[in-house]
């Protein structure tokens, strides 16, 4: 280094604990914001749901630092579902795919339908769409308005759980 490099009024980059964290949240939609700046640019999108964790203190991304993320509902959606077989797959809206576990789906508040995705890591809220599509693949009972979905010589009830 040269004495200007290392002398006094040389800038230094703060460290990371110094750092003022971005309020990174993730809204009903799976849509991402910063603050209240909606994340459209498709290679930052990828980056954040790939780095998305989470951990008995909520959403996170790790850097150097641990930046949480607000999650409204869940962090990804499910654009389509269809039926491979005797299994289930789905299409996420961020453009990524992932096998459903049957004995992953519920019924939440509202009758929305959720699943795991991305092997168990994370729940996924079912889009419109999707919850028609589901629906399709089931057979209803009219008296008690519960679904049963039968793959693989199984039956899932589609039930509301917590």
Not at 71 to 89: M, N, Q
Request: charge should be negative; proline fraction near 6%.
């Amino acid at each position: 280094m040269t004495a200007k490099e290392d002398g006094p009024d040389v800038e230094r980059a703060p460290a990371p604990e110094q750092w003022t964290l971005p309020r990174l949240r993730v809204d009903v939609n799976g849509d991402w914001f910063d603050d209240d700046v909606e994340i459209t640019h498709a290679g930052i999108l990828a980056n954040l749901r790939s780095l998305l964790r989470r951990d008995a203190q909520g959403y996170f991304i790790q850097t150097r630092v641990r930046i949480p993320v607000e999650v409204e509902d869940v962090p990804f959606v499910v654009a389509r579902i269809e039926r491979r077989g005797e299994a289930l797959h789905a299409f996420l809206s961020d453009g990524t795919e992932s096998d459903v576990d049957p004995t992953t789906l519920r019924v939440g508040p509202d009758d929305v339908p959720y699943c795991a995705v991305r092997n168990g890591a994370f729940e996924a809220r079912l889009s419109r769409a999707a919850a028609f599509q589901l629906l399709a693949y089931a057979d209803d009972d009219e008296g008690t308005g519960r679904g049963t979905l039968r793959l693989g010589g199984r039956e899932y009830p589609l039930r509301r759980r917590a």
